[in-house]
């Protein structure tokens, strides 16, 4: 049995029927510099405890990306499991493949014939949305990296998965967030227009909004707020006024726990090697969240 496993970007799939909880991540020893390995799952009935790690997806030689295997989350669609992870190669840009796997545990192989984010474009942190029509999107960051002020967008999806549909929109950018900062680089400089976009999920609350997790750069560092819209995915988006997580931890999702708790996934701390998965319980607050034990 494994404590607090050492993962980036950590997703968990809870399975009540089975009892059993799933936890994806970006798993590769170096997930910045090195080959991309592949994907590993853990598994546990109590968020405390994990078995694994358990390999459920190791690329073919002929697949294009060869490193930086970021932020697999795991969606059950259709009677299938379908994996929205970011890879990149050399010649080619930052991008979104979505796999396909029977099973949580994989193995996953490629589903979609080509990235489903914007091809000219670098995306990162594809995660899954349905609408209320039953219609499939991905909602992405398109990266400051290449951008300045990064975005947030979304786009449809063709109902099996297989590629995007339309154009993308813009959501919202970085800089819309008044709790967003500049990230430094490693000389201590920085551009004062630079934000960073990184890690969305959206939830449906109870009262029909809709509210956004995505993290960026804050006063204290790495950190992670929310946006909200009452009218659907394409909002408009309010941000929060801070972030709910303030200092060296984020990229977060919901889910809730078999006592029907909701809970907030991320990692913290946010250098590597020594990223650990975390989570808090959270409460709805109407039109945000809040962390449930107020801290």
């Known amino acids: 049995m494994i404590r607090s496993p050492h993962l980036r970007d950590p997703f968990v799939?809870?399975?009540?029927?089975?009892?059993?909880?799933?936890?994806?991540?970006?798993?590769?020893?170096?997930?910045?510099?090195?080959?991309?390995?592949?994907?590993?799952?853990y598994v546990g009935a109590d968020l405390e405890s994990?078995?694994?790690?358990?390999?459920?997806?190791?690329?073919?030689p002929d697949f294009w990306g060869k490193r930086n295997f970021w932020a697999p989350e795991v969606h059950e669609y259709r009677g299938a499991f379908y994996m929205f992870a970011s890879f990149m190669a050399e010649g080619r840009r930052r991008a979104t493949q979505i796999l396909r796997a029977e099973?949580?545990?994989?193995?996953?192989?490629?589903?979609?014939?080509?990235?489903?984010?914007?091809?000219?474009?670098?995306?990162?942190?594809?995660?899954?949305?349905?609408?209320?029509?039953?219609?499939?999107?991905?909602?992405?960051?398109?990266?400051?990296v290449q951008i300045v002020d990064g975005e947030i967008c979304a786009q449809r999806l063709a109902p099996d998965l297989t590629k995007a549909m339309g154009e993308p929109e813009l959501l919202f950018r970085a800089s819309e967030a008044a709790w967003s900062r500049p990230p430094r680089?490693?000389?201590?400089?920085?551009?004062?227009?630079?934000?960073?976009?990184?890690?969305?999920?959206?939830?449906?609350?109870?009262?029909g909004g809709l509210v956004m997790l995505w993290s960026s750069i804050a006063e204290k560092g790495y950190a992670m707020g929310w946006a909200f819209s009452k009218d659907g995915i394409l909002g408009p988006w309010i941000q929060s006024e801070e972030p709910i997580i303030d200092a060296d931890g984020g990229h977060g999702m919901l889910f809730r726990d078999f006592e029907g708790a909701l809970c907030l996934t991320y990692?913290?701390?946010?250098?590597?090697?020594?990223?650990r998965f975390r989570y808090r319980r959270v409460v709805e607050t109407g039109n945000g969240l809040a962390l449930a034990d107020g801290r």
Do not use: Q
Request: charged share 25%; with cysteine.
């Open 103 to 144: 099973e949580p545990t994989g193995p996953y192989r490629v589903h979609s014939p080509e990235p489903v984010t914007p091809p000219e474009w670098e995306c990162l942190d594809g995660t899954f949305f349905l609408d209320a029509a039953g219609d499939p999107w991905i909602v992405f960051c398109h990266e400051w």
């Open 13 to 41: 799939l809870a399975r009540p029927a089975e009892g059993g909880y799933y936890l994806f991540g970006s798993t590769d020893e170096d997930i910045w510099r090195g080959p991309g390995r592949g994907f590993d799952a």
């Open 267 to 275: 990692h913290s701390p946010n250098d590597t090697p020594n990223e």
């Open 185 to 207: 680089r490693k000389d201590g400089s920085m551009n004062p227009l630079s934000r960073v976009t990184d890690g969305p999920f959206v939830h449906k609350l109870a009262s």
């Open 50 to 60: 994990w078995e694994g790690p358990y390999p459920v997806f190791r690329p073919e």
